[in-house]
């Protein structure tokens, strides 16, 4: 009897008001912030500098960083370079990998563990691990590059400007591949039979069926795959900052390191909060296109059958 009454007081609506606490929590901790951080951008508050205590400026940061901030561009082209040879090299890695997974090897466990190993590291310890073994004087891998003769005796990776973004786009992809091999292996065990037995059948070679079945099947895993893979690599931040914390000079400065660099180590609180604000907005216009990309041929489909 009890319990028929609990469940017809949550039936009239009390269930919605459980959820406030938790709400409210989250506006605090996420709407709050960035309702600060909008702020900020609006105004001059540097603590380095007395006489600038967060006057409103109205829009001369944006103008600022539109017109006068070169330093911004570069790390802006910079990130988006390591964004789109990170997200395609690991995805090209990652599903070749899982499609080896797939059809040729049974026993996936053992590999797998291994796989996820470098995952499951939190990016502060790979910086470390990696700029042990890339030190210049002693570092393991740095000896057996120039033993083989890849490099010189004089060079080192983490500071060769020529050398140091594609050995930081190297280690994220040794961290990050086993995360798209897993995703992409999940979907792969998922997808239906019926499909493929359909297009044996009909006389298909498995080149066709992997392009006009595989792939269309998998759209929508792989477009989510591309989206978190390109928001993580936009928002770099730990490797970085412990491997080369953006040098030498700005050669690794991505987006990321230049908007901590402007607001923990300059100061400029208001110019720094329209950095960040670049990077939230690109992230948005990320999971816009990705967005359109998985959900609009599927809603022209019922448009083309009618």
């Known amino acids: ?46 603590y380095a500098l007395p006489g600038r205590a967060g006057s409103f400026v109205g829009f ?39 499609l080896l997974l797939f059809h040729f090897i049974q026993r996936r466990r053992l590999f797998l563990t291994l796989l996820l190993v470098p995952m499951m590291l939190a990016p502060v310890a790979v910086g470390l691990i990696w700029k042990l073994l890339l030190q210049g004087d002693f570092g393991m891998v740095t000896y057996y590059l120039r033993w083989i003769g890849i490099i010189d005796t004089r060079t080192a990776l983490l500071s060769d400007p ?8 190297f280690i994220d992809v040794w961290q990050w591949t086993p995360f798209v091999t897993l995703i992409m292996l999940a979907g792969l065990l998922s997808l239906p039979r019926e499909p493929y037995e359909a297009a044996i059948m009909d006389g298909a070679r498995p080149l066709q069926i992997f392009r006009d079945v595989t792939l269309p099947l998998l ?86 059958k009618a």
């Open 219 to 304: 759209r929508p895993i792989i477009a989510l795959v591309l989206l978190l893979r390109g928001i993580d690599a936009f928002k770099e931040f730990d490797k970085v900052f412990i491997l080369t914390g953006g040098g030498p000079g700005t050669a690794t400065e991505l987006l990321s390191v230049y908007t901590y660099r402007v607001n923990f180590k300059d100061w400029d609180l208001g110019y720094g909060a329209v950095c960040a604000f670049m990077v939230y907005l690109v992230v948005l216009i990320l999971c816009a296109v990705f967005y359109k990309a998985v959900f609009w041929h599927e809603s022209r489909a019922p448009a083309r």
């Open 60 to 98: 001369d940061n944006f103008r600022r960083l539109m017109r006068e901030d070169q330093i911004f561009w570069h790390s802006f082209l910079l990130t988006l370079r390591f964004v789109f040879w990170v997200v395609v090299v690991e995805f090209t890695a990652g599903f070749s990998l899982a």
């Open 1 to 46: 009897m009890i319990k028929r009454r609990m469940g017809a007081v949550l039936d009239r609506g009390l269930a919605p008001l459980l959820l406030i606490p938790s709400v409210l929590l989250l506006l605090l901790i996420l709407v709050g912030p960035f309702l600060y951080m909008v702020w900020t951008a609006f105004t001059d508050l540097h």
């Open 162 to 169: 020529a050398l140091v973004l594609l050995t930081i786009i």
